[in-house]
């Protein structure tokens, strides 16, 4: 994990992890604009599973760590051109998770198909694979969630962390299939580019 982290975050030549112990790590930069595309670029992953990060606080230690939330880059289909705002977007996410934020800028080609929101999900509970809105002629309307970098996820729960291979879920006796899809996993992914900021941090 450390020598693909290094590879993948390559511009991070003075990067330290340090093995903490029951699969946790400290990982400390030497520049914040290096902090800030790491946060900003994620989630990422290492052999199929999450790595969750959690910033740096005052006072904090391994046994106070709890990984109860992470944050995904959310797709929005089917909504109409005419809503593509940021008040829109958030209060679609707000339904989803807590917003961080919101891209409907329609900077890739593709992108004009759908809006962007980042939000913070919790881990214990299913993705939802959309939700109905009202548009301003007061038709209810189905749009669409895609998440990006999507993986481990089980198709049966709709819970991350697991697949449905090895979920402990019982299955309903009129349940015949999954309720959740391959198409919930978006192809499209943008990375930012990291500033040059020589601000230092940890």
């Known amino acids: 994990m450390k020598n693909l982290l290094h590879t993948t975050w390559k511009f991070c030549s003075d990067l330290k992890i340090i093995d903490m112990g029951e699969g946790l790590f400290q990982f400390k930069f030497t520049m914040e604009s290096q ?32 990984f109860t939330h992470f944050l995904l880059w959310v797709q929005v289909w089917g909504l109409p051109f005419e809503l593509f705002s940021d008040d829109v977007a958030t209060d679609i996410g707000k339904g989803i998770g807590k917003v961080v934020e919101v891209d409907c800028k329609g900077v890739a080609a593709d992108q004009a198909k759908f809006l962007r929101i980042r939000v913070e999900v919790p881990l214990d509970k299913p993705l939802r694979r959309g939700s109905k809105i009202k548009v301003p002629d007061g038709e209810v309307i189905w749009v669409a969630f895609k998440y990006e970098r999507l993986i481990s996820f089980c198709f049966r729960c709709g819970i991350i962390g697991h697949e449905a291979k090895t979920c402990e879920k019982p299955r309903c006796p009129e349940e015949q299939e999954n309720r959740y899809r391959e198409w919930m996993k978006a192809k499209f992914r943008r990375m930012e580019e990291p500033s040059r900021n020589k601000n230092q941090s940890q």
């Open 35 to 66: 902090l800030v595309w790491v946060l900003n670029n994620g989630p990422w992953s290492f052999d199929n599973y999450y790595l969750l990060l959690w910033l740096w606080e005052k006072g904090m230690n391994a046994s106070t760590i709890k």
